[in-house]
Structures are given as structure tokens and as C-alpha cells.
């Protein structure tokens, strides 16, 4: 049986490090659910016309910017609602749903 050399146990550990940061970003749905109400039925309607992801997340700024209903301190910056966020009692839909690519 051959020696595990430093070398071995440094790529290793670099890849459990590569695995770590990739399993940091994946999964969908890790914030709240957007609630089913009056002031969010306008983001609901435009996922049920078909609008793409990104054009149904420009609702979402109109009301959550700085100025009217800002986002908590410790939210990311990004304006890529639906990913973190899902539809409230809503599937999860297919990667081919019409309008939900990225």
C-alpha cells in the first residue's frame, strides 16, 4: 500500500473546500415564502402570464427599495427574488416552465 503524501491530503482538502463553496449556493427556497396577498398578487399574475423570472423580480423593486419597504440589513444585494424566495403554496416548478429561466 503506497504513503498518503502532504500532497494527497492538500487536494483533498481542497476539494472538500470546492465542495463546501458550491454546497453554500445551491438549493432554492432558503428565504421566506412570498406571501399570497393583495400587495404581492401583482408578482403571482405575472408568473401566471408566462413573464420571465427577471421581469416578474422588477415588481418586487418597485416596492422593496430603499425608500418605500426596504430589504432587512443583512439581505444580499441582488435582485434575484425568486430564487431565494418561492411562491407561497406554489409547486416548485419544472426548469422548463415557461418563464422561469434564468
Known amino acids: 500500500m503506497k504513503k498518503i503524501s502532504g500532497r494527497d491530503y492538500l487536494l483533498l482538502a481542497a476539494v472538500a473546500v470546492l465542495i463546501g463553496v458550491l454546497s453554500l449556493g445551491s438549493g432554492r427556497g432558503k ?3 412570498i406571501p399570497l396577498d393583495d400587495r404581492h398578487r401583482t408578482v403571482y399574475d405575472a408568473i401566471k402570464e408566462g413573464r420571465s423570472r427577471a421581469e416578474s423580480e422588477l415588481i418586487c423593486a418597485t416596492c422593496h427599495s430603499k425608500s418605500s419597504i ?4 443583512e439581505h444580499p444585494p441582488k435582485e434575484e427574488c425568486l ?3 418561492l411562491l407561497a403554496n406554489a409547486p416548485s416548478p419544472s426548469p422548463s416552465h415557461k418563464g422561469r429561466g434564468a
Open 83 to 85: 430564487i431565494c424566495h
Open 70 to 73: 426596504p430589504l432587512p440589513k
Open 31 to 33: 428565504g421566506k415564502n
